[in-house]
């Protein structure tokens, strides 16, 4: 490797040096892609958090302008099919992202540390046991397994963001374990052991924060790819339905006016990609400052 | 060698086995009566309903309804499909060739891309061109792929028209899908050669090929891309899984006749056993193709020995 190249991996380890948060946001938000990112998710928790606000319109109101037309100052992003305000609908959808992607990411993150640091602590046949079954799940391409979720729970938003977070889970689970091998060794962990912890409270206690970082990491990177898959199964239907202001949802009826009204398929597209890609920066950066090891995953 | 590919080969079968296991096991997960959902919960007669029971083999204990699907699967019988009432694996195998044809198109779009884009990113690294790459790589991870696709649409299809909006399943109808599911490949193509390329780059038979007083350009593709393609020979191969994958919602934005759709369809209509079918066989084509994969690094990376 060149000198260069391992160069950001020396970050970190300065960043852990200086323990606490706000050293931490410094070295995160002192680089370029971060603040982007970030300025980008804090646009869209704003628009989650103070929707009624910001929207001139009733997101579900028909007519409140002419049909399928493109922006305007008076619908800055058009207004769809049945003359509902787009932008008003995108502002709403916000919330509904926000929710896909933190459940989903929820549900993974229970799990697959769930599962991981049991595995880890214990070793043995329940190790062997519970990552077998991790490796199975993983010889599923990751969107057939959310697909199969979906077929077993049926269509909705609610079933969709288990079954993303059921998909995504076992990638959790085997860097959860990597991790417990490693701390499960530390002399805290033994001392542990001697004052007569139970092995629970020992998880909890000594080896959960010990192995937060990649957990943090994996996460961060999770959310986006969550907020993608969910996107795509409601645009085949088996999401958030309509009326719903879903941004992938949104593209299911705009398909039929991509003559007409290209608009209604590029304002929910973009802002997909946008929100994406944001959260994308944010969680390549908190890598790169959190955890260099993952840095090829 | 051949003692490595024979243990790979046989770890390969617990993995099927497993993989079939869940399989089966999605139907029974379902909550409430599958037989119920299957009518939408619309009333049939209670004759109609038991027959179907009775038809599906769901009256049987479950241990019972396992080694019968077992059976059923190894003698290459998926069941019948509840609403076209066709032979799942006939199902199935219509539309293969259409999801396979899409897959390799995108497989060839993504590797050339990615190639490319890869190694002029490392080669010119910490310049423009580099920045370019990883810009290209970072849209491409974050790109929904229904709206690129329909982008591609409206671009080529309906401003441009060069391609028609309904593919009729001629080869240049597979131009415009195959863009769309290869360039989004491409963006994890484009970052795992360039990370491999720096990597070579950095070790001492190159420095002593480029001492020798060798082209660079022989440098860079006989010395350091060999070497460098052993990495990305796997990801290739995971690769072909999130095409397979990926193809579901492609399918859906081309209106392609393959597998997605069909298994689209069969989702919307709560079709079990071709939905079963369907799953049972992306999974095991992935699982297959990784092991091609693992057997091929054996043969590509002779510095490792598998004993």
Redesign the interface.
């Known amino acids: ?2 000198a ?2 391992t160069a950001p991996a020396l970050l970190p380890a300065r960043a852990k040096t200086r323990t606490g948060f706000r050293p931490f946001l410094a070295a995160l938000f002192s680089r370029r892609q971060a603040q982007l990112g970030g300025a980008v998710v804090l646009v869209l928790v704003l628009a989650a958090i103070f929707a009624p606000l910001i929207s001139p319109y009733d997101p579900f109101e028909l007519r409140v302008g002419p049909l399928k037309e493109p922006p305007t100052r008076a619908h800055p992003f058009g207004t769809d099919d049945l003359g509902r305000d787009l932008f008003s609908r995108i502002v709403y959808g916000s919330r509904i992202t926000l929710q896909i992607g933190t459940i989903s990411v929820a549900v993974a993150v229970g799990l697959g540390v769930l599962v991981g640091i049991v595995a880890g602590f214990y070793g043995g046949w329940v190790d062997a046991l519970l990552m ?2 991790t ?2 799940m993983l ?6 397994l959310a ?2 979720i ?6 909705g938003l609610n079933n969709v963001m288990i079954a993303v977070g059921l998909g995504s889970f076992p990638g959790f689970a085997r860097v959860v374990r990597g991790s417990v091998l490693t701390v499960r060794e530390m002399e805290y962990v033994t001392a542990g052991r001697v004052l007569g912890a139970t092995p629970p409270h020992i998880m909890r206690r000594a080896i959960l924060p010990n192995v937060l970082a990649p957990i943090i990491v994996l996460a961060s990177l999770e959310f ?1 790819a969550a907020v ?1 898959t969910a ?2 199964l409601s ?4 999401g958030a339905q309509p009326p719903s202001p879903e941004w ?1 949802a949104l ?1 299911v009826d705009a ?1 039929t006016y ?2 007409t009204a ?1 608009h209604l ?2 304002v ?3 802002a ?2 946008v929100v ?2 944001a959260f ?2 944010l969680g ?1 950066t908190l890598r790169d400052v959190l955890d260099p090891r993952l840095r ?1 995953r | 060698m051949a003692g490595y590919a024979l243990r790979r080969v046989a770890t390969t079968i617990p993995v099927l086995f497993a993989i079939l296991t869940l399989v089966f096991l999605m139907r029974p997960l379902v909550p409430g009566d599958p037989v119920a959902i299957m009518f939408f919960g619309r009333s049939s007669s209670p004759e109609v309903v038991a027959n179907m029971r009775h038809q599906l083999g769901l009256d049987d204990p479950l241990p019972i309804q396992y080694v019968r699907y077992l059976g059923d699967v190894l003698r290459g019988d998926l069941g019948t499909s509840i609403t076209t009432r066709q032979p799942v694996v006939q199902e199935i195998a219509e539309r293969f060739p259409a999801t396979l044809q899409l897959a390799l198109g995108s497989l060839a779009v993504s590797c050339l891309v990615g190639l490319v884009a890869g190694i002029l990113a490392a080669v010119y690294k910490d310049t423009a061109i580099d920045t370019a790459a990883m810009v290209f790589a970072m849209a491409g991870l974050s790109m929904p792929g229904f709206w690129f696709g329909l982008v591609m649409i409206y671009f080529f299809s309906v401003r441009l028209g060069w391609f028609s909006v309904i593919p009729d399943g001629s080869l240049k109808s597979l131009v415009l899908p195959a863009l769309t599911l290869g360039l989004i490949a491409s963006s994890v193509v484009a970052r795992l050669v360039r990370s491999a390329m720096l990597e070579v780059l950095g070790q001492d038979f190159i420095r002593t090929a480029r001492a020798k007083g060798l082209r660079e350009r022989r440098v860079l593709l006989r010395h350091a891309l060999g070497n460098a393609m052993i990495p990305v020979v796997t990801i290739i191969g995971l690769q072909f899984g999130g095409l397979l994958s990926g193809a579901f919602i492609i399918e859906a934005v081309f209106a392609w006749h393959g597998i997605g759709e069909l298994a689209v369809d069969a989702l919307g209509k709560r079709d079990f056993p071709l939905i079963q079918g369907i799953v049972l066989v992306i999974a095991t084509s992935y699982v297959l193709v990784n092991l091609l994969v693992d057997l091929l690094y054996a043969v590509l990376d002779p510095r490792i020995t598998y004993s």
């Open positions: 490797m060149s260069a190249l077998r079954f490796d199975v010889a599923f391409p990751g969107f057939l697909l199969a979906v077929a077993i729970l049926g269509p986006p993608l996107a795509a645009f085949i239907g088996l992938g593209l398909r991509i003559r290209p398929i590029n929910p597209g973009a997909i990609f994406v890609l994308n920066l390549n090829h």
